[in-house]
């Protein structure tokens, strides 16, 4: 159990975070929160995603907030592909840094893109390599490696044959979610290993974890224990797919930064910090967030002395 490195935790609450929401958050509010999350020390963060707002209409203004955010030294802002189309619209705003991906599950797929897994494969290629073309650092990303929504256990032999694929073409890091929540530690600690095996030291590999069944921080520690140093999580716990049936909560940014620093890993976020938007986004949509650290009270030690 000794851990050292950096932690890099990108967060996800302007997209993951909102996408499954009824409310349509304003241009204003997303700013809002980005500047919240900036002034936290979050060095990387997913401000939306390019799909079609006939879909996901809660993603519909990630072009304008794209060319009307600030873009601060030191934080990289990217946003989820999953298509040529929307790596059109990432490239018109000067995203350097982005997330294209597709699904490990036959259902998954088909419900998310309306393609089977391999047509996704194939068609998502091009896409990642026009891509690396153009000098965009690129993050390819497997969903529902760990678990589908609708099919249970996915044969993990795929999610690495998609790996070895993403890791020839040149990625820069390869992303594997739990996009159900439905993974456990030793599972996350296995696939990780034998990720790291097949794809090899150049790529760097990241997870993303769901906490929709209370075990999101337990694989986190797995997949710290298995070397990652890559981790999404969301404000507030807040998110989940909308093709999928009761994934909600992504693991907390502010629990999962606590979590490392109380294990002596740095992430440069100071999580306090985010008390207040994660209270300014419960009242916007009228509802407790799922994340722990932002409702405790601080400890004696760490309030300020009036």
């Known amino acids: 159990m000794q851990f050292s490195g950096d932690i890099l935790i990108e967060d996800e609450f302007l997209r993951d975070g909102l996408q499954n929401e009824e409310r349509i958050f304003t241009l204003a509010e997303k700013l809002e929160f980005l500047a919240a999350l900036e002034a936290a020390g ?5 401000v939306g995603s390019f799909v079609h707002p006939k879909w996901v209409p809660q993603m519909a203004d990630t072009d304008a907030l794209c060319e009307a955010m600030p873009r ?16 059109d619209r990432a490239l018109a705003v000067g995203l350097g840094h982005l997330s294209i991906s597709i699904s490990a599950s036959e259902t998954h797929s088909r419900k998310n893109t309306n393609r089977s897994v391999d047509e996704g494969r194939a068609a998502i290629t091009p896409v990642i390599e026009r891509a690396l073309s153009e000098g965009v650092t690129v993050r390819a ?3 529902s490696a760990l678990g589908c929504g609708f099919e249970g256990r996915i044969d993990p032999a795929r999610v690495i044959a998609i790996a070895r ?7 820069q890091e390869i ?3 739990d996009t159900a929540g439905l993974a456990n530690p030793v599972q996350v600690f296995d696939l990780c290993r034998k990720l790291q095996d097949a794809i090899g030291p150049d790529v ?4 993303h974890l769901h906490d929709t069944r209370g075990l999101g921080l337990a694989n ?10 890559i981790f999404d999580a969301a404000m507030g716990g807040l ?5 999928v049936p009761e994934a909600t909560g992504n693991v907390a940014t502010e629990d999962l930064a606590f979590a490392c620093e109380e294990m002596g890993l740095a992430t440069g976020i100071d999580w306090q910090k985010l008390r207040a938007p994660v209270a300014r986004a419960e009242a916007l949509l009228g509802r407790a967030l799922p994340a722990r650290q932002s409702h405790v009270p601080s400890p004696p030690w760490l309030r300020e002395v009036a």
């Open 42 to 46: 979050l060095r990387r963060i997913q």
């Open 72 to 87: 601060n030294e030191g934080v990289t802002y990217t946003a989820l592909v999953l298509n040529g189309a929307g790596l």
């Open 141 to 143: 990303g497997i969903q």
């Open 165 to 171: 694929e993403f890791a020839a073409l040149g990625v």
């Open 175 to 177: 992303n594997i979610a």
């Open 204 to 207: 760097a590999l990241s997870l």
């Open 220 to 229: 986190m520690l797995a997949g710290l224990q298995a070397g990652v140093r």
């Open 239 to 243: 998110g989940g797919c909308p093709f």
